[in-house]
Nanobody, 116 residues
């Protein structure tokens, strides 16, 4: 079965960096685009970044452009989110996502808190 497991979240000061990882299994990873979403308390889940199957095309939410970088390693079945210059408004639970045959699959999420 499809499984996504995020890691790398934590508490970081404003201006700091974190690198999130999402380990995927149960499907042919290299054939699918992957995405990172986030959800803060009381807010809707929002798309943060996405990457195509080969890793050549990426898209970002305006709020993270120039600060976050999505990448993937198809030999390790892992997608990453490098987050730099973090702001308090980046605090949220971050989720990995894949869509397979029109069905969304999600990991349990990893919490990111940006605070001094």
């Amino acid at each position: 079965q499809v499984q996504l497991v995020e890691s790398g979240g934590g508490l970081v000061q404003p201006g700091g960096s974190l690198r999130l990882s999402c380990a995927a299994s149960g499907f042919t990873f290299r054939r699918y685009g992957m995405s990172w979403y986030r959800q803060a308390p009381g807010k809707e889940r929002e798309l943060v970044a996405s990457i195509n199957s080969a890793g050549f095309n990426t898209n970002y939410a305006d709020s993270v452009k120039g600060r976050f970088i999505i990448s993937r390693d198809n030999t390790r079945n892992t997608v990453y989110l490098q987050m730099n210059i973090l702001k308090p408004e980046d605090s949220a639970n971050y989720y990995c996502n894949v869509v397979i045959l029109a069905k969304d699959y999600w990991g349990p999420g990893t919490q990111v808190t940006v605070s001094s």
